[in-house]
């Protein structure tokens, strides 16, 4: 059974950097498996963020987070990083972690999310 444990959000200014981790554990994840980062703030639906390949030759992000945040992975920890800078009130939202294996095209492990809330 494949667990995704969210941590690392929290209250922080407009401004200011937060880093999130997701530990993967309960299964090996081929090189081609997509670890995205997906958010979803009050009235809309959740979408996604940034993603990188298990390889980390594969990297995506939003037009809304590219050149603020970072993901990156540490496959000897099963653990996906989202570094967040220069934070919006508008980044404010449940962050979710979620795992695509490799062949489907759908995200089919998700972690429980993890609160981050950016005041003005």
């Known amino acids: 059974q494949v667990q995704l444990v969210e941590s690392g959000g929290g209250l922080v200014q407009a401004g200011g950097s937060l880093r999130l981790s997701c530990a993967a554990s309960?299964?090996?994840?081929?090189?081609?498996?997509?670890m995205g980062w997906f958010r979803q703030a009050p009235g809309k639906k959740r979408e996604l963020q940034a993603a990188?390949?298990?390889?980390?030759?594969?990297?995506y992000y939003s037009d809304s987070v590219k050149g603020r945040f970072t993901i990156s992975r540490d496959n000897a920890k099963n653990t996906v990083y989202l570094q967040m800078n220069s934070l919006k009130p508008e980044d404010t939202a449940v962050y979710y972690c979620?795992?695509?294996?490799?062949?489907?095209?759908?995200?089919?492990?998700w972690g429980q999310g993890t609160q981050v809330t950016v005041s003005s």
């Open positions: 309960g299964r090996t994840f081929s090189r081609y498996a997509m």
């Open positions: 990188i390949s298990w390889s980390g030759v594969s990297i």
């Open positions: 979620a795992v695509c294996p490799e062949g489907k095209s759908t995200y089919d492990y």
